[in-house]
Structures are given as structure tokens and as C-alpha cells.
């Protein structure tokens, strides 16, 4: 059974320090999505990849947020200086065809 | 511009009894439709999805929608509710303008809340 996963699946630090969060898509999928996830926002899209090449950043904060994938069956998406703002649950998800994403479990960050 | 709008934000029911969450969409293309749901505190589940086959579709967990292009709407339905129902459903549209991107446009949710 095929799964995107993400670690760490909880994270508390302090304001001002860097978070890095993983996601590992599932294999073969060329497409990968980070959202952020907020009562106040609902399901807000960050940015995504395909075939690693990064296609659209517009929904990040270009100041303190960047991601990545080093490698195709990685993506990170690295947040420095964390703010208290910041606390949200981050989903990342992959998809194999153009239209179907499949979502990891959330990585849920608390900025103190 | 794609766009859905799901049609409530919260709806009761009683256990054993049938589940409707209303979604109306807007698209220039033809859409790919889906539905996701979310227990708390967990990550998104896709329910089932349309991608112009059959216009009836079946998800998992007895859920199934239909796409009914005159309406434009897709609802999700189930025979009877199980308290494992209760959670939040995303009815989903792809957006397939500007080259086809893949990008995802969510409606703001429905709540299920499911009654003994």
C-alpha cells in the first residue's frame, strides 16, 4: 500500500529557530505539492515540483520559507527564521497523473 | 476560473440514516472532480474521483457521487451513516486551465457530524 509519508510528524521549537520537514512521495509519482493547513485559512498551497524542477513558489513567504527536492524521493520545505505565524499543519502530497494527489499524514509545527 | 463551493458548511445526521454534502463547481473545461475527507487531527483521504468516465462514481467506504454536468454540481452521498463518518469532506476541483497544471482547488469543507 503505496504512501506519501512525512517526518516529523509533530514539531515544537522557538521563534527564530529553523524547522526542516520531510516528505518522501510515493515511488514513481513526479509531482509533488506542499499546503499549509490553518483554522483561520483552511488549505493554502505553497509550492510544487514536478519531475524535481520546482513550477510555482507564489504561495510561500520568499523571506524565510524555501523547498526543495534533492532528490525524487525527497522534498524538504525549510522554514528560517520560524515565526509564531508559522504554526500550522503542513501537508505534502504527490501525484502520478496530472489531476490526482495523494496527501502524507501532516507534519503539525507549533512556533513558541 | 475553476472554483467549487460546497453548498454547507456543517450537517447532522443520525446514525442509519442517509448522508448528502452538496457541491457546486464552475469550470471552462472539463473538470476532474473529487472529494477528500479529513478525521481530526489526520491527512487527507481521497474519497473518490471524476475524470469524464462514468458520470456515477464510487468511492470507498460506500460513498459515491454523481457528476451532473446541467447542474454543475457533484454531491457525495452514502446509503446510511457510521459515527466513523464524522469528519471533514472536501468536494475538489483540478485546475486543467493554463497548461494543465495539476493544482488542486478546494472547497472550504463540510462538517459530518454523525449522531447515535
Known amino acids: 500500500d503505496a504512501r506519501v509519508t512525512q517526518t516529523p510528524r509533530d514539531k515544537v521549537t522557538e521563534m527564530g529557530q529553523e524547522v526542516t520537514m520531510r516528505c518522501q512521495p510515493i515511488l514513481g509519482h513526479n509531482t509533488v505539492f506542499w499546503y499549509r493547513q490553518t483554522m483561520m485559512q483552511g488549505l493554502e498551497l505553497l509550492a510544487y515540483f514536478r519531475n524535481r524542477a520546482p513550477l510555482d513558489d507564489s504561495g510561500m513567504p520568499k523571506d524565510r520559507f524555501s523547498a526543495e527536492m534533492p532528490d525524487a524521493t525527497l522534498a524538504t520545505l525549510k522554514i528560517q527564521p520560524s515565526e509564531p505565524r508559522d504554526s500550522a499543519v503542513y501537508f505534502c502530497?504527490?501525484?502520478?497523473?496530472?489531476?490526482?494527489?495523494?496527501f502524507g499524514p501532516g507534519t503539525r509545527l507549533t512556533v513558541l | 476560473a475553476q472554483s467549487v463551493t460546497q453548498l454547507d458548511s456543517h450537517v447532522s445526521v443520525s446514525e442509519g440514516t442517509p448522508v448528502l454534502l452538496r457541491c457546486n463547481y464552475s469550470?471552462?473545461?472539463?473538470?476532474?472532480l473529487f472529494w477528500y475527507v479529513q478525521h481530526p487531527n489526520k491527512g487527507l483521504q481521497l474519497l473518490l474521483k471524476?475524470?469524464?468516465?462514468?458520470?456515477l462514481v464510487k468511492g470507498i467506504n460506500g460513498f459515491e457521487a454523481e457528476f451532473k454536468k446541467s447542474e454543475t454540481s457533484f454531491h457525495l452521498t452514502k446509503p446510511s451513516a457510521h459515527m466513523s463518518d464524522a469528519a471533514e469532506y472536501f468536494c475538489v476541483v483540478s485546475d486543467r486551465g493554463s497548461g494543465n497544471t495539476g493544482k488542486l482547488i478546494f472547497g472550504q469543507g463540510t462538517t459530518l457530524q454523525v449522531k447515535p
Open positions: 502530497a504527490s501525484s502520478g497523473d496530472v489531476n490526482t494527489q495523494y
Open positions: 471524476y475524470t469524464s468516465a462514468a458520470t
Open positions: 469550470s471552462s473545461y472539463s473538470p476532474s
